[in-house]
């Protein structure tokens, strides 16, 4: 049973950081696709980053050159550095994981196998 258990979230004020965690159970980071993609009301669901198995990375251009993703594969445990915050950013992030051959476009297409249950992320300008 595959489960994903964000963490990390919380209110800041923009040009702030947060750093957001996601422990993985039930599988091998060696076998999938992490990511994140968030979601904020009454809006579409929006990729943010993903990373495979070899370390590529790809990121949404709203974030990038903000928000790095990176992974501890002995801790299995996937991370989003977030810098320079906007109030834009307000939204409940989701950790996600996927196996498939475009794991990586999934993921930025807010879609994927598994996915957590979500911290909440607030910035206030």
């Known amino acids: 049973q595959v489960q994903l258990v964000e963490s990390g979230g919380g209110s800041v004020q923009a040009g702030g950081s947060l750093r957001l965690s996601c422990a993985a159970f039930?599988?091998?980071?060696?076998?999938?696709?992490m990511g994140w993609f968030r979601q904020a009301p009454r809006q579409e669901r929006e990729g943010v980053a993903a990373?495979?198995?070899?370390?590529?990375?790809r990121y949404a251009d709203s974030v990038k050159g903000r928000f790095t993703i990176s992974q501890d594969n002995a801790k299995n445990t996937l991370y989003l550095q977030m810098n320079s915050l906007k109030p834009e950013d307000t939204a409940m992030y989701y950790c996600?994981?996927?196996?498939?051959?475009?794991?990586?476009?999934?993921?930025?297409?807010?879609?994927?196998?598994?996915r957590g249950q979500g911290t909440q992320v607030t910035v206030s300008s």
């Open positions: 039930g599988y091998s980071f060696s076998m999938y696709c």
């Open positions: 996600a994981a996927d196996s498939s051959v475009f794991c990586l476009g999934r993921i930025l297409n807010g879609d994927g196998n598994y």
């Open positions: 990373i495979d198995s070899d370390g590529s990375t």
